[in-house]
């Protein structure tokens, strides 16, 4: 069996950043993962690339042989990728042993993963070649500075996690940048009623009706929860940044990346005899 982790989210949420900080983690703690490039439009890698995808299709060609423009252009490379599962997907995999971990590093267009069946299709063909995955959704911190926006990154998530069906990590990405860390914290952990009421105070009243149905589907939902990282966090699991913020570490998100996939549950255990020597 396999193990994998999908890397989504929003544009410039911080998806490659997180990729190389994972990659420089286990290769510190001696563990190999092998890092995938999903994104037809990438450049440069901070982070060895253990398969890439521009060398089925590239952004680039299809823009000039096509005459397409950014967003359609990736849309037709992801179309091509899934059009090619049988034969580049799987002719890649096979380079790769039982209990190996590949991380995809995705393209930043939300469509692909909220109404769009490429990634979809993309997971389900990993799972059929016998690989548990997990999809890690990045959202940027900065982003989370109101109720509104807050309940906007609330229902993306959600969008994505109902239309792939996996286990789902929801992390809040760049908290080592973000400015006013109490508005952050007032939304880890938040109060259905106390989010209507600041809803409805900056929504117009004809909306109350939608904005109650919004929260309640928040709260039914609880499972839409984010982790704050802090990639200065090297060694510690989880606990307060200097600003009495709570945050967590790479360490601490790869093992609850682990436990979703039960990666390492099937580990022999290694067992050494105590016992003395007995004289003949």
């Not at 911080?14 to 983690?25: A, D, E, N, R, V």
């Not at 000039?64 to 799987?90: A, F, I, R, S």
């Not at 979703?260 to 067992?271: H, N, S």
Request: proline fraction near 5%; glycine fraction near 4%; charged fraction near 25%.
């Amino acid at each position: 069996m396999g193990y994998a982790q999908l890397v989504i989210g929003p544009a410039g949420s911080g998806k490659s950043t997180y990729c190389s900080s994972l990659h420089q983690h286990c290769e510190t703690t001696r563990r190999t993962i092998h890092i995938v490039n999903l994104d037809p439009a990438a450049e440069n890698f901070d982070y060895p690339v253990a398969m890439d995808i521009r060398e089925l299709i590239s952004l680039d060609d299809v823009m000039e042989e096509l005459g397409l423009g950014p967003n359609g252009g990736l849309m037709y490379c992801m179309e091509h990728l899934e059009e090619n599962l049988d034969e580049w997907l799987t002719e890649e995999l096979d380079n790769y042993l039982d209990d190996d971990y590949l991380v995809f590093d995705c393209p930043g267009q939300i469509e692909l993963f909220s109404h769009v069946p490429v990634v979809k299709n993309f997971v389900e063909h990993l799972r059929r070649k016998n690989f548990n995955v997990c999809v890690v959704y990045l959202l940027d911190s900065q982003f989370i500075t109101d109720v509104t926006k807050f309940i906007s990154g609330c229902m993306s998530s959600l969008s994505a996690m109902v239309q792939l069906e996996l286990p789902h990590v929801n992390i809040l990405s760049k908290m080592d940048l973000v400015t006013n860390k109490k508005d952050v914290e007032n939304y880890l952990d938040p109060e259905p009623q106390l989010l209507l009421a600041e809803l409805n105070q900056r929504m117009a009243p004809q909306f109350q009706k939608l904005n109650k149905s919004l929260i309640e589907v928040v709260d039914q939902y609880s499972m839409v929860s984010f982790l704050p990282l802090d990639l200065r966090k090297e060694s510690s699991f989880n606990g307060k940044d200097q600003y009495s913020l709570p945050s967590c570490s790479i360490q601490y998100i790869l093992s609850q990346i682990d436990n979703c996939i039960q990666y390492g549950e099937d580990a022999d255990v290694k067992v050494k005899n105590f016992d003395p020597e007995e004289d003949d």
